[in-house]
């Protein structure tokens, strides 16, 4: 037998690999698993389910919260909450902080048995926040949540409580107010999104097809130059992002899918069998292949729907910040034009000239609202909320240093371009703040200030989306075979989880993502169910637009600014100078006048990320789909 310390490191490394595996914990007691152990490793006593879901697991919980405290102490922090139902009806609300771009897991709570209010959420926020100061030393920057009642109600209310707080709604959520948009309109292309979604539900229902298509596949130019075979996508998943990506894939494969509808017509439609109904269902799915409207239409569809994907690729981001925001929707206006999206927020405009490699590089250069003394006002204002003090003369001068690219504040001396270079080399974003965190001193006010303020501003995240894939972890966990687990040891599980992941990452072990096959799941409907899909419900586009516009309405954001969006800025509203108009998207940005200079202005910054995410995604989906090789 080992030593109790040799006992222990493997009682815990067994539970770390209980937990990265999925394992269930009765496992631990199971005969087969048990005969394992002993015969190759005979001085391993396999700890008990109990006490390897019990104390193990709240052994190693405490060691990263001993850990995590090291990290995050006297850091800004961004608050997040979110809820979720279990598979048992259960209503869970979890807790989150997000610290120099990573999110950690605080809290869950039962609230199932609560009335759903915004006072009852604001209570279990406060409680964790106050938790979060105490244990951690974590200073917030504010709190993110959705924009459902109870959420949006508790922000206002935080905002009162904690004055200094910036509570901006989650913006994954909010671009789909310009889907809904665009949706309104009834652009009659949009049509052909559901009728390009059942030809390749059809595709991926009938094997031989797909065979079919493969082969004419390795026919085209495309196969010639890149010897890559696609696979078509069926968006199973009920997101609109998903079903444009249908839609690229299918005009991407129309070089091979129209020449085998012409030349091989009758041995396709063979594929459907040999029945009179399922044959004449593939002819009236498979129409439109031979119908040059509808590949045009799915063109159009392409060019109005690619831009939004973008925005919410980038909008989605875990750490995205308020710049990021304001860059989207200046985009999203030049774009599409006519927007209700306001964009009177100090804090957004602030944090976006705060961008070191930005400035005021995409603000109108006509607007009397963005000059650099505007600029500086909104500064002081914001500078005095968040620190309790007025910033002194050092702090006018460095304001203006910066406006100037002088000194430290020259792209020079910040050494931004090799900033950049390194971030890229890992893979990753430009972090903001910790760009400015190069030039802290630590000093409270003058030259200082203004770093203090940069990264105090570019610590705030602007939306929910690193709790909402927290939820996607308890769903693994949460199967139906182990809906007895408590809440609390879910969130242990998932504490450890997200830890590991953290540092296999470090280590350059990151996990291939499995080959889940959602062809599985377009496999459960039946032929005919397949042709002749209800438009209502949220599989067919029809019906997920129905269900945004539906739900926008519903929540009241398509009159304007929700409540708390005025929040931030009502000192600021009650001296204003200039008109609200010059903060309209279409006064407060100097729009480029042709594609190229998009990417030269501050406008395009963030764009790329957007666009390389939704080819990540895309490419998720080639592996999603394609067959298994062996």
Partial sequence: MWDPSGQQEFAEDLCKLFIACNIAWNSANNPQLLLFFSKYLPAAKVP??????????????????????????????????????????????????????????????????ERKSADNLLEIVLADIEYCETEFGIVFVGYCTDNGGDAMGMRTRLKIVRPKFLVPPCWGHQVNLVVVEVLKLKVPCMAAIDEGTAIARWFTNHSRALGLLKEQEKLTERFKATHRILTLIFPVISRWVYHFLAVRRLLTLSSAIRPLYLVDYDNLIRCAGTKRDAMDRAKAVLAPIDDPQFWKNLTEVKI????????????????????????????????????????????????????????????????????????????KQLFTRFFDIEPDLDFHKAFFDYTNDRKEFSVEYM?????????????????????????????????????????????????????????????????????????????????????????????????????????RFAEQFTPSQSANMDYEGTESFAGLSTQLVRGAEAEGLLEGDAEEENSDDDKENSDRIHSPTLYNLKQLFQYPTDEAETLTNGLGFYWQGGVKDLQEELELYDLLMEDDDD
Avoid at 344 to 352: E, Q
Avoid at 424 to 439: I, K, M, P, T
Avoid at 463 to 492: C, D, M, P, Y
């Fill in 304 to 379: 109005i729907l690619e831009p939004l994907a973008i925005a919410a690729k980038c909008m989605q981001i875990p750490d995205a910040g308020l710049d990021q925001v304001l860059l989207m929707l200046g985009n999203l206006y030049h774009i599409y034009g006519a927007s209700s999206m306001p964009s009177r927020r100090p804090a957004f405009i602030l944090a976006l000239f705060l961008n070191p490699y930005i400035r005021a590089s995409a603000f109108s250069r006509n607007n009397p609202a963005v000059k650099p003394i505007a600029l500086y006002n909104v500064a």
């Fill in 415 to 519: 050494g931004l371009e090799m900033m950049k270079q390194m971030y890229e080399h890992e893979g990753q974003r430009v972090n903001v703040a910790q760009v400015w965190e190069r030039l802290d001193t630590g000093a409270p006010n003058g030259r200082n200030g203004l770093t203090r303020l940069a990264i105090w501003l570019s610590s705030v995240v602007a939306n929910s989306a690193g709790s909402e894939r927290g939820f996607s972890k308890f769903g693994i966990i949460l199967s139906k075979l182990r809906t007895q687990l408590s809440i609390q040891k879910v969130r242990k599980m998932q504490t450890i989880d997200a830890d590991l992941k953290r540092k296999h990452d470090k280590l350059g072990m990151k996990t291939d993502r499995i080959k889940r096959k959602f062809v």
């Fill in 48 to 113: 008990d389910q109990r006490v390897l879901s019990g104390r193990v697991l709240d052994t190693l919980v405490g060691q990263i919260e001993t850990e995590m405290k090291g990290q995050v102490s006297g850091k800004l922090g961004m608050g997040q909450c979110d809820g979720w139902k279990t598979g048992a009806q259960a209503s869970i609300v979890t807790t989150s902080v997000t610290v120099e771009a990573k999110l950690h897991l605080i809290a869950a709570h039962d609230v199932s048995p």
